[in-house]
C-alpha cells in the first residue's frame, strides 16, 4: 500500500528519498514525507497530497543530511492529511518511523500509553503508536527498543526507524508487509519495492518475516526474531531501470498495454521447447501429484483474481480437473474444504497482496500443495509457495493491471496444457494446435494495438456516459468483469460486468435509450445465444459495440459498432479480446482528465487486509 524508503551514507540523503519515493508512488500517493538526522536533530518535512507537495520544502535548501526515511501514504487510519501523513514522530521527538501495514491492536497500545505514561497522540493513525512505544522502551538501545516494541505488536508492518540518539543506524523491521534493502558503493538503502533503488544499487537483500535490519553507512546486519545474526546471499536484480520508466509513452499504463506483444513472447518463449512441449522445469506437475490431486483452488485479487477464472475454464477443458476459484479475502474466512490432495495455485502481479499471501498461508497450514504464478521475483508469494511459474510481464507501474493479467493468462494455459498432457486426457493433434496458436498471439495482440485509432475515436464518443454494462457468455463473461474492472478503475464510470444470458432476469431494467452495452462475442458456439442478447438490449434502446472475431462479419448486422480481434482459436481468444478493452478504458479514463496511472483511492500492491 504505502511506500517507504531509506538512506544512509555519504551522500546527502534527501534527494535519495525524494527519487525513490517517486519511484513507489504507485504503491500510495494521498500524502507523503521525511524524516532526517541533521546537527543532532530530527527534523520532519510532511505534507498532503501527491509527492510533488514536498518539493517546496526541499527544493531551496541544501541540508546536509545523511540519514533519512520517506513515506508516500495510501491512507488507512485517517484521512490523508498533514498530521496523518508519516514520518510519526515520538512524544519527546527522540524517534521518527515510517510504516507501511496496519497494527490491528493499535487501540489498546494507545488507550495504554494514554493512561500510563499520559502520552499526548497528534494523529488518528494506528502508526504514531509505535513511534511513542519505541521511544518508550528505549533505555540507550535502539535494537532492543524495537525488538521490545514489535514484541507488542499485532498486524502486518514494514518500518523504517531513526533515533536523535543514535544517529549511525536505521534499523528496519519487516512482517507481512514488503521489504528489501540495498547495498550501495556510498551508502545503504531500505525500500519496499526494487525500482525504488534501481537507480542506486543492483544488489539487493530481500528481507524476509520477523526480521529486523540494522543498516549503517558501510554495513548491515539481518537478524532473525531471536535477534540472532542471519547470513542472506545477495539477490542481484538483473532487469533494467528503463523496463520501470516512461520510455516517451504518455503514461504507464498505455505504455505497458502496448508491451503485451513482448510479454506474452517472454511468458511463452521461456516455456516452449522447440518441439512444441512445455517445460515447467522446477514446477512438480508430476503424474504422481496430479493423481493425488482431488480439488483444485485457483486464488487471487482484483485482476489476477479474473485470471484465475480463465486458468479455471483452460485446466477444466484441457485437463478435465474441476477447479473452484475464489477471491483471496473471501477463501480464508469460508473455512475452505483444503488439505494434503489440494492443489492450491496463487495468482498475484506484485507477489505482495496481503489477502494473497495470507489465504495461500492458510491452504499451507492445511497441506495444500502451492504452485504459484506471480511476476515479481522473489516476491513474498513466490517465496512462500511450493512451485513459481514466472511471467516475464516485466515490472508494472499503472495501478490498473494489464500486462501482467495477459501474461497470466499465458501461465494459466501453459499449465493447464500440461496438466491435460500428464494425466493423458488431450489428444496430441489438439494440444499441437493451441500451442502452435499460443505462439502467433504476439502478433496477433500487436495487430489490435495497431488499430488503436478506432478504439480511441470510441472513446472520445462514449466518455461521458454515466454506466457502462459488458456483457458476455462463458469465458467473455470472465472478460467482460476484466473489461468492467479496468473502466471503473481509471475511468470512474460506474461499470459493471453481467453473463448475457443473466440479463433478462433482472439487470435489463436498467437499460435505456443510449445506454452502452459492450459485448464480448468471440465464442463460436455461443454466438447465436449472444446475438439473441443483444437484440434484446437493442429492443430498449441500448448502443451496442461487440468485439468479435474478423470473421465474424454477421455481427455487424446488429451491433452499431464492432471492435474485430485477429481470428484465433475460440479457446485462447480471452488473450486478445481484453485488448481493445484495456485500449477503450485507457483512452476514457484520459478523455474524462484522470490521473491514468495513479486513479483516486486505489494502490498498486494492497498490503492490508
Ligand atoms: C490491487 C490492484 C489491482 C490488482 C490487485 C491484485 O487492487 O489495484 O490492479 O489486480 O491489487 O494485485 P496482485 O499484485 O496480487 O496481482
Known sequence: MCGIVGYIGENRALPVLIEGLKRLEYRGYDSAGIAYLKDGKLEIKKCKGRLACLDPMVANETIDSHVGIGHTRWATHGEPNEIN??????????????????????????????????????????????????????????????????DKMEGAYALGVIAKDEPDKIIAVRKDSPLIVGLGKDGNYLASDIPALLQYTRNMYLIENDEVVVLTKDSITIYDELKRIVERDVFEVTWDIESAEKEGFEHFTIKEIFEQPKGIY?????????????????????????????????????????????????????????????????????????????????????????????????????????????????????????????????????????????????????????????????????YQEIIEELKKLPEKVQQILDNEEQIKQLADTQFNNEHVFFIGRSVDYDTALEASLKLKEISYINSFAIQAGELKHGTIALVEKDTLVMTIATQSKLFGKVLSNIKEVKARGAHVVAIAQKSNQEILKVADEVIFIPDTMDEVAPILSIVPMQLFAYYVSLARGNDVDKPRNLAKSVTVE
Request: overall charge negative.
Open 85 to 150: 501523513a508519516h514520518p510519526h514522530m515520538s512524544f519527546q521527538s527522540k524517534i521518527a518511523i515510517i510504516h507501511n501495514g496496519i497494527i490491528e491492536n493499535y487501540m489498546r497500545l494507545k488507550d495504554w500509553l494514554i493512561e500510563e505514561e499520559g502520552v499526548e497522540f497528534k494523529s488518528e493513525t494506528d502508526t504514531e503508536v509505535i513511534a511513542h512505544l519505541i521511544e518508550y522502551f528505549y533505555e540507550g538501545d535502539l535494537l532492543d527498543a524495537v525488538y521490545k516494541t514489535i
Open 266 to 430: 517472454e511468458t511463452l518463449n521461456r516455456r516452449l521447447e522447440k518441439t512444441n512441449t512445455i517445460n515447467l522445469d522446477g514446477i512438480k506437475i508430476t503424474k504422481e501429484n496430479l493423481e493425488k490431486i482431488n480439488k483444485v483452488y485457483i486464488v487471487a485479487c482484483g485482476t489476477a483474481y479474473h485470471a484465475g477464472l480463465i486458468g479455471k475454464f483452460a485446466i477444466e477443458k484441457f485437463a478435465k480437473i474441476p477447479v473452484t476459484v475464489d477471491v483471496a479475502s473471501e477463501f480464508r474466512y469460508r473455512d475452505p474444504f483444503v488439505d494434503e490432495n489440494t492443489l492450491f495455485i496463487a495468482v498475484s502481479q506484485s507477489g505482495e497482496t496481503i489477502d494473497t499471501l495470507s489465504a495461500l498461508r492458510e491452504a499451507k497450514r492445511k497441506g495444500a500443495r502451492i504452485l504459484s504464478i506471480v511476476n515479481v521475483v522473489g516476491s513474498s508469494v513466490a517465496r512462500d509457495s511450493d512451485d513459481v511459474f514466472y511471467t516475464w510481464a516485466g515490472p508494472e507501474i499503472g495501478v490498473a493491471s494489464t500486462k501482467a493479467y495477459t501474461t497470466q493468462l499465458i501461465a494459466m494455459y501453459l499449465i493447464a496444457l500440461q496438466m491435460a498432457k500428464t494425466v493423458g486426457k488431450i489428444e496430441e493433434v489438439y
